[in-house]
Each structure stands twice: as structure tokens, then as C-alpha cells.
């Protein structure tokens, strides 16, 4: 998934568009470039690496105009490098491209039959030639762009240059997010709001199928059959605070210790504090839901596990959780009956959104548990149920996660009560304890130095095992995960009951084991699991509360006290000593904590 910015300015656009392009840097990070148009003349700078490269570059051969396009890069067709990087350009046309072009190969045979070369190896630079080519046959600017992407097959946000349209650019979008921002006799697009959001807070989202020319005196867009049409304008508050760094060190840190405030602003939205009942927005009926099925990607997929152990514990409503990637191809047995929710912190991951689509095709009832509000799952549920955690930047997802967990558990108290299954007493018990959730994350947070301690010695481990059981085995699934993606040590999570049937052969005196144990309805047999890696050698890291502490069998290398709670909310608190040991093991390690290698923020490709 790859970062786009265009601007039509009235003053020099080189630094803005450099400005944009770290903002989008978490979309994908392996190469960046601009390209700038004055007099009808477009001239471009590219580089491999960081946005800090193409930096250097500009330093060494300044640009100056006052229109422009910019491109951060995560590599889909053709290697990171300079050659690869966008900008492309084919005669007069020069774009930049997030997604993928799925027919690039024939529509690029057939363009070298007519004597086109190409210097890539992406698909980005085959629709350029396109639109070029539609241009040598005499079409206008917008005719020539049109007829291309009437021709294209796959996903594409697009900015392009016209050599001699000065003072113009033009968009598009099909399967992967563009805005169009409003400025004062300026004129912009973007990724995503963030991407303009140093410019202007006017932000149009354009939908599938839209595209559009901005230049000084606005925007025409048009939809997928060529017509003009009018979408509208919001003000959207993607103010620069919400996407600094503040006195961390990554974003990730930042993103791990605004937790109690994003949890706390997600129970909110799903509680009224006045009655202390369940408030799920959206309408729906759980009482008449006969099924849940939920789809995601990654750690969202984590959260929906949690979800399904809440809701089925809770409310006796059967829920099913599958991987996106494999639902979506698996021909499912689907009932209308159902209640599909996805769950994604972008709302973009093109297996999520296709596996949600699968589901609306087979007329269920379509919900999005998601980040970003105007996202394309948004836009295509019959129900958003939002997480407010604020914008998360760091690829490795924490804050979005436990904002995921709480939406999902105050489903699981909402579902209890419409199905008659607890009480308005217990319904009450519940929120109430869903309204401790922010202050005992806050108090797990504060574990971080006995984290930061252990870090030293998991950071020195070749494999990791994460073991839990209940909500604790989607745990041991997210903290292996967590670890796994930004230190690049090798880590499984697994049910702890599962360690007998094969993972025990891994354990040996250097392997640590991370167990995690709230006092709950487990304890006894994880602290079981516990002697029996002890009894092999294994070094054991034991993440309980202060009960189970008390309890703990005696031989672990190190235990760890999280908050006591209420086993409703132990997947929130449990979160924390997770996400920091991950977050101090990278540090130590020299990693990249906020952009790990061959990741990105939002997998908008399949
Ligand atoms: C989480 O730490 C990972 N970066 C990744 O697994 C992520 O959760 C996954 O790609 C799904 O993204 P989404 O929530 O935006 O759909």
C-alpha cells in the first residue's frame, strides 16, 4: 500500500509535498519520489529508501513549481528502487499510483506492439503509457484518462501530470481511498485526510469509480459512467497533534500509552454513562441475529477471536471468526440470517473488504468494526460501529486493538441483554466494569519497567512462545505477533492446552516462555502448563494479577502482576505487558519500530 499527495498551489509545493509524504510514510516506506511542473515542463526527483532520501536527493537538485505530485512506496510489482519509484512517466504523462493492476502484463504487451518502452518493471508506468497513448490518438486530457481506466482491471488511487496542462492534475480511485482537499484557491489530493491535513480540513472523499481534474478554481468529478456528480465536503479534524509524536520515541510508544484515553472514548460511545446500560449504535437486533460471522486480517482477526470467546460466553450468540484471506476464496456456507462484522483498523485491507463483500452478496446483515470512519468498509456496511482511538500511525497495531476488543465486548453485554441471557442488574454490573477499563490499562502501562527488564533477555532469545487460554490463547496469538513484526524474533502464540500435542518439544532452557494468567477460571491449569515447561527447562515469564501471583508454582524466571479485573476486561489490561515487551525487545534491538521491514500500515493489495 503506497502514499499519494497532488497539490495545485499558489506558492511552491516542493516542501508540502515532502511534508505529505511523511505523513504517509506508515502507508509504505521503500521508495519515494516527486514530480513538478512549471511552464508545462514536468520534472521529477526519485529515490530508494526513506522520504529522508528523496530529501537528499531534492537537497542536491532543488525543484521549483508551484504544482505537483508526491508518492511514498510499498513495493507490490517490481523491487524497491529508484528505477521502480514513482513517479512514472510515459511521454506526457507523468502519475504516481496506490494499488494494483491486476491486466498490467496484456495491456502492456499490447503497448510495446505499438513501440512503446518502458524503464520499469511496475504496472504504475503501463498506465501511463496508456493514458499517453489515448492522448496520441487525440483525446482530451480527461477523455484519454477515462478511456484508460475504463481499460484497467484492479485497484487504483491515481495523481497525474499532463505535460503542457499547466496547473492541473487529475485523480481517480477504484479499491484504494482518495480525498480531494479544498484550499483557498488551492487545490489538493490525497491518500487520506491525513495527507492534506496540513493544508486544508475540506476534505471530499471521492467514491469507487470517481475520478476527477483539480486545478485553482476547484474540483470536477465525475462517476464511474462519466457523468458529473457532486460529493460532499466534510470538515474533517485531522489536525497535526493527532498525528505527532509528541515526547515519544515512536509512534507505536505513543500509540501504547494513549490506550486508556482511546478505550475510554470507545466505552463512551457504547455505554450511557446516565442509565449504565449497553448504547451500541446502528440499530441492530441481536435477539433476532442468529449468527455472527467475523473477518479480518492480523491483529484485527486477533480481536475478533476475543470477541468471539465474550459474545458466545455472554450471550450464547454462536460467532465464527475466519482469517479474510481464506473465507473470501473457501466458498463458505453463508445464511442470510447472519450478521457479518468486519473488523479493520483502515477499513482498506482489500481480503477483509472482499470476504465483506462475499457477505453482503449472500444478503446478510453487514457491520465494520473500524478506524477510519470514511473508509471503503464504512462506506459499504449497513452498520459502522467506530473505535476511537484516533489515528494509529505505527504499523504494529496496539491502541487500535484494544479500541477493536472494547466495541466488541460491549457487544458481547449488549447481545446478553436483548437475548435475556443476564439481567438489567448484571447489564449494569457489566458497564460498570467496561467503565474501570481506562484506568486499569492505565495501571498496566505503569508495569513497563519490569517489561523493559525482561526485554533484555527476550531480546537475546531465537524463538518465543506466547501460551494462554480463553481470551488469554488470542493474547498469546497478538503478543507473539506483536513481537514477531517488529524484532523479527521468531515467536508463536498458542492455547496452552494445545503445548502437549507438539509445542512442548520446542521448550528448552533457551526458549522463554511467556504464559499470561489472570486469576480466572484457567488459572489452575496454565499455572499446570506452567510447572510442566518448568519441569523441561523452560524459562518462564508469568504475566498474572496479584492473586495469581500469590498462587504462582514457584520456579518461573520472572513474574509479572498486571491489575486484578474482572475477566470481562482482562483482554484490555492483558494488552499492555504484551505490547511493551514487543515494543522495549525492538527498541533494543535497533529495529524500526513505527515501520517494519516489508510491512505497512494497511495491506490495500491481496
Ligand atoms: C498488526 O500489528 C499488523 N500490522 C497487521 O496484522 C494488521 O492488523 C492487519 O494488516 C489488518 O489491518 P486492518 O486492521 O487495517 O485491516
Known amino acids: 500500500m503506497c502514499g499519494i499527495i497532488g497539490i495545485v498551489g499558489k506558492t511552491p509545493v516542493t516542501d508540502r509535498l515532502i511534508e505529505s509524504l511523511k505523513r504517509l510514510e506508515y502507508r509504505g516506506y521503500d ?27 531534492l537537497d542536491a537538485s532543488p525543484l521549483r513549481s508551484q504544482v505537483g505530485i508526491g508518492h511514498t512506496r510499498w513495493a507490490t510489482h517490481g523491487a524497491p528502487s529508484e528505477r ?3 513517479p512514472h512517466t510515459s511521454g506526457r504523462v507523468t502519475l504516481v499510483h496506490n494499488g494494483i493492476i491486476e491486466n498490467f502484463a496484456e495491456l502492456k504487451a499490447e503497448l510495446q506492439k505499438e513501440g512503446r518502452v518502458f524503464e520499469s518493471d511496475t504496472d504504475t508506468e503501463v498506465v501511463a503509457a496508456l493514458i499517453d497513448h489515448y492522448l496520441d ?10 478511456m484508460a481506466l475504463d481499460r484497467l482491471t484492479g485497484a487504483y488511487a491515481l495523481a497525474v501530470l499532463i505535460e503542457g496542462r499547466d496547473n492541473f492534475i487529475m485523480g481517480a480511485r477504484k479499491g484504494s481511498p482518495l480525498v480531494v482537499g479544498t484550499g483557498e484557491g488551492e487545490m489538493f489530493l490525497g491518500s487520506d485526510a491525513l495527507a492534506v491535513g496540513p493544508f486544508t480540513s475540506k476534505v471530499t472523499y ?54 486508556p484515553e482511546g478505550v475510554q472514548r470507545t466505552v463512551s460511545a457504547y455505554i450511557d454513562p ?9 440499530g441492530i437486533d441481536f435477539a433476532a441475529i442468529e449468527r455472527i460471522q467475523i473477518v479480518a486480517c492480523g491483529t484485527s482477526y486477533i480481536a475478533g477471536m476475543v470477541g468471539k470467546y465474550l459474545i458466545e460466553q455472554l450471550a450464547d450468540l454462536p460467532v465464527d471468526v475466519e482469517i479474510a484471506s481464506e473465507f473470501r476464496y473457501r466458498s463458505p456456507a453463508l445464511r442470510p440470517g447472519s450478521l457479518a462484522i468486519a473488523m479493520s483498523q483502515s477499513g482498506e485491507t482489500a481480503d477483509t473488504l472482499a470476504a465483506l463483500r462475499l457477505c453482503k452478496s449472500r444478503g446478510m446483515r453487514t457491520a465494520a468494526v473500524v ?36 466495541v466488541l465486548t460491549a457487544i458481547a453485554v449488549a447481545a446478553a441483554a436483548a437475548r435475556g441471557r443476564i439481567d438489567t442488574a448484571e447489564e449494569e454490573r457489566l458497564v460498570k466494569v467496561m467503565l474501570e477499563a481506562p484506568r486499569l490499562v492505565s495501571e498496566a502501562i505503569g508495569m513497563e519497567d519490569a517489561v523493559r527488564a525482561v526485554a533484555v533477555d527476550i531480546a537475546k532469545a531465537r524463538d518465543v512462545l506466547y501460551l494462554g487460554r480463553g481470551t488469554m490463547s488470542a493474547l498469546a496469538l497478538e503478543g507473539a505477533l506483536k ?71 514457584a520456579g518461573a524466571k520472572v513474574v509479572m502482576t498486571a491489575p486484578a479485573s474482572d475477566p470481562l476486561i482482562a483482554p484490555l489490561i492483558m494488552s499492555a505487558p504484551i505490547q511493551l515487551l514487543a515494543y522495549h525487545v525492538a527498541v533494543l534491538k535497533g529495529a524500526d519500530v513505527d515501520q517494519p521491514r516489508n510491512l505497512a500500515k494497511s495491506v490495500t493489495v491481496e
Not at 513538478?36 to 536527493?57: F, P, S, W, Y
Open 137 to 146: 490518438k487525440g483525446q482530451a486530457p480527461l477523455a484519454a484518462f477515462k
Open 206 to 259: 471521492l467514491e469507487e469509480g470517481d475520478y476527477v481534474a483539480i486545478d485553482h478554481d476547484g474540483a470536477e468529478i465525475f462517476d464511474v459512467n462519466g457523468m458529473p456528480v457532486e460529493r460532499p465536503m466534510k470538515v474533517v479534524s485531522a489536525a497535526a497533534a493527532l498525528v505527532e509524536k509528541g515526547n515519544y520515541r515512536h509512534f507505536m510508544e505513543k500509540e501504547i500509552h494513549d490506550q
Open 31 to 57: 521508495s519515494a519520489g516527486v514530480a513538478v511542473q512549471t511552464d508545462g515542463v514536468v520534472d521529477r526527483r526519485r529515490a530508494q529508501g526513506k522520504i529522508k532520501a528523496l530529501e537528499a536527493v
Open 371 to 406: 478506524n477510519a470512519q470514511e473508509s471503503t468498509m464504512a462506506r459499504e456496511v449497513d452498520v459502522v460501529w467506530p473505535i476511537h482511538c484516533g489515528p494509529e500511525i505505527g504499523v504494529a497495531s496496539t491502541k487500535a486493538f484494544t479500541a477493536q476488543v472494547t
Open 84 to 86: 521502480n519509484a514513482h
Open 274 to 282: 446516565i442509565t449504565s446500560r449497553t448504547a451500541v449504535p446502528g
Open 483 to 553: 513481537l514477531k513484526e517488529i524484532s523479527y524474533i521468531h515467536a508463536e502464540g498458542y492455547a496452552a492446552g494445545e503445548l502437549k500435542h507438539g509445542p512442548i518439544a520446542l521448550v528448552d532452557e533457551d526458549t522463554p516462555i511467556i504464559i499470561l494468567a489472570p486469576y480466572d477460571s484457567y488459572y489452575e491449569k496454565s499455572a499446570s502448563n506452567m510447572s510442566e515447561v518448568m519441569a523441561r527447562g523452560g524459562q518462564v515469564v508469568f504475566i498474572t494479577d496479584p492473586e495469581g501471583a500469590r498462587h504462582a508454582p
